[in-house]
């Protein structure tokens, strides 16, 4: 039984269990029980609220602002969840954001937010909904709207919302402005608190912290030295072979000189110890349509030799092909076919070429996949020796690219090279595979976790370069982009990212260290960090959510104010009508949009039309 049935399981249980206690009056009155929600009723907190509304013409003049905001967002959304829907029934395979579990915000159901940070989840979730319903409160008072009841609603018993009930009939006595604004309080609201929780984020708590020195492990191959050697995620590699190594690059440039059989020291975020990874050259990824023509699936193969010379390193291998542009390499482990050799070119291979690109303007196929093997006379390798003999060359220079295509023949093309879209140096117009020849190959088997990337893209200090080359990088110069940034960093990997950040938990914590005043909090400082990482995420979420132009929704209720106003001026006999009429149809196009959304693909399987 996968995830989402067990949860279904448990709120259907939950709900004969709570329908049974309430039909035998064991529940108390402030407890209601409607399907698998329980609303919990309380008349307390209107006397501070009648307090809080002291300054009426204050609150008046920001919830016209928020009205004003929610209006354009109504807007915004509509369009936005009718596109996507669209969108979800013309692609033929649906994303993971468009996955059923994950439009629940319930951590580990939603693939995006995991459970280490569930209580920061609840926490922000909980706050986000008092705040929203306060201010509706809030509203109701400065307007002079009487209130019946507050209170907060459980789906079985996960808090999922809150409410204010104001009375009815004094609702329908005040003015259609001051119902609009009454509506649009607890998005006002919550947009207000998403920017404090944003500015103490953004400013003195990640401004606190800084990268710690090491290796970040973000990833361990199953089946690699590292694997075996047992280190793991979240684990800071800080010396290898007897010297300390402070990032990536120092690492990457240790491991390169270092014996096959090389020691390191871990620190896992208790205590270091020293390991041996015994290395082993392997393939962990592959291209399709690859020279080798081997696919690299759940475990990786192994490359053991370079025209009969043993190999267990890149650098080794490297070494091995030399200067030859082919080589004959013994690779075991895939697919059954132990000992197998493959006489094939050793280069930088490119998965496409691109239409209108240098290298199709001078004969390259569009889409034909190229092994590289040498430019005006400099020998390629990989795809590291493509892009560093290319920033070395301007744009505007002709080069000669001699590469080898899918059906192994050897071709030349001279290149004009135009200027690269990310970096300096000239470019040629190809998607190229990281690696050698299709293949990915590594003799460690770890992936680094960027923390000082995330850490730039929340504003902090990352180091120098941190963001070079990242995607969304260039946003966090900006608090705009810095709010864009952190509402999709927990669904990093569908925009580029190596990672989904779901903030500062479980391993990751070793890849940071605490500065200034937030040291004192140790550990605090993360569950702090977190807990406004995840308030304003939500609280954002939960205002865009609430300004749909759908009933029972804020943004269907202020969409029928809007509706009254117009129809009031125009000369119709049945007003009443052509409100319902506009009303009920966009709350029928927006429902259609969010099935569309999360069960488009669905559908259309079972009808046979995908």
Known sequence: ??????????????????????????????????????????????????RLAGPKRFWRAVANLGLGGALVAMVGSFVLIVSSGLSTLSSTQPSAIQQPQNFLIIPGVNEFLPLSVAAE?????????????????????????????MGLVFLAILP??????????????????????MFAAGVTANVVLTAVVFALLFGPVVGAMGVAPGYAVGEVTPGSPAADADLARGDRIVEVAGEPVADATEFEAVVAEADADVSMVVDDGDEEREVTVERELQAIGSAGDNPFGVTVREEPFAVTAVNGEPVRTEGEFLTAVGDDERATVAIEGVDGANGTEREVPIGAYTVGVQEGGPIHDAGATVGEPLTIVEIDGDRIRDDDALAATLQEREPGTTVEVVAYTADDERVSYDVELDPHPDREGGFIGVSVFPGTSGLALDDVGVSEYPAGAYLGLLGGDGGEGALDGVPLGGLADSAL????VTLILP??????????????????????????????????????????????????????????????????????????????????????????????????????GLVAMVFGNQILSALGLM
Request: hydrophobic fraction near 50%; proline fraction near 3%; charge should be neutral.
């Open 121 to 149: 989840i609840v926490g922000g979730l909980a706050i986000a909904m008092v705040v929203h319903e306060g201010a509706h409160g809030l509203l109701c008072r400065v307007e002079d709207i009487e209130i019946d009841s």
């Open 491 to 592: 669904l990093g990997s569908l925009f580029g990212l190596p990672f989904n950040f779901a903030g500062f938990a479980g391993g990751i914590t070793n890849f940071y260290v605490l500065e200034g005043w937030l040291a004192v909090l140790g550990s605090g400082a993360f569950l702090l960090a977190n807990l406004l990482f995840w308030t304003g995420w939500i609280n954002i979420q939960l205002a865009l959510f609430n300004c749909l132009p759908a009933f029972p929704l804020d943004g269907g209720r202020i969409l029928r104010m809007v509706a009254e106003a117009v129809v009031s001026r125009l000369p119709i006999g049945d007003r009443h009508a052509a409100v319902r009429t506009i009303t009920v149809s966009s709350g029928l196009v927006m429902l259609f």
């Open 1 to 50: 039984m996968n995830t989402v049935l067990w949860v279904l399981t448990g709120v259907l249980a939950y709900t004969v269990a709570m329908t049974w206690l309430r039909n035998r009056g064991i529940l108390p009155d402030s407890v209601r029980i409607s399907g698998p929600l329980t609303t919990l009723h309380t008349r307390r907190g209107r006397a501070f609220l009648e």
């Open 160 to 181: 999922v919302g809150a409410f204010v009930e104001p009375d009815e009939e004094a609702t329908q006595e005040a003015s259609r402005g001051a119902r609009a604004r």
């Open 481 to 484: 982009g810095l709010v864009f």
